[in-house]
């Protein structure tokens, strides 16, 4: 059993920043990817940033420069500092991993509940 849990969200004004942090814990062997996706409302959900187990990183072209993803390994967990953060930003925001469990030797995508994520004055 692996759960992921986010929390950071929230409602924020244009231009500023919040900071989303998402933990895995459970059954846990290894943690390859990880990643943040958003879903707003009408639109399907669309990756906005992940980062491999070495710390590579990819960004989606909407939120390059305001942005950053990092990991803590040792903690199972990832982050998503967003800033300069603008009203087309807002959705529910997932956390996503790919994972290895000490009980099946088999590669799982794990997904979070979700955190919503509101920029608005």
């Known amino acids: 059993q692996v759960q992921l849990v986010e929390s950071g969200g929230g409602l924020v004004q244009p231009g500023g920043s919040l900071r989303l942090s998402c933990a895995a814990s459970?059954?846990?062997?290894?943690?390859?990817?990880m990643g943040w996706y958003r879903q707003a409302p009408g639109n399907q959900r669309e990756l906005v940033a992940r980062?491999?187990?070495?710390?590579?990183?990819h960004y989606a072209d909407s939120v390059k420069g305001r942005f950053t993803i990092s990991r803590d390994n040792a903690k199972n967990t990832v982050y998503l500092q967003m800033n300069s953060l603008k009203p087309e930003d807002t959705a529910v925001y997932y956390c996503?991993?790919?994972?290895?469990?000490?009980?099946?030797?088999?590669?799982?995508?794990?997904w979070g509940q979700g955190t919503q994520v509101t920029v608005s004055s």
């Open positions: 459970g059954s846990i062997f290894s943690i390859f990817t």
């Open positions: 996503n991993a790919e994972i290895i469990t000490t009980v099946q030797a088999v590669l799982g995508d794990y």
């Open positions: 980062i491999t187990r070495s710390g590579s990183t």
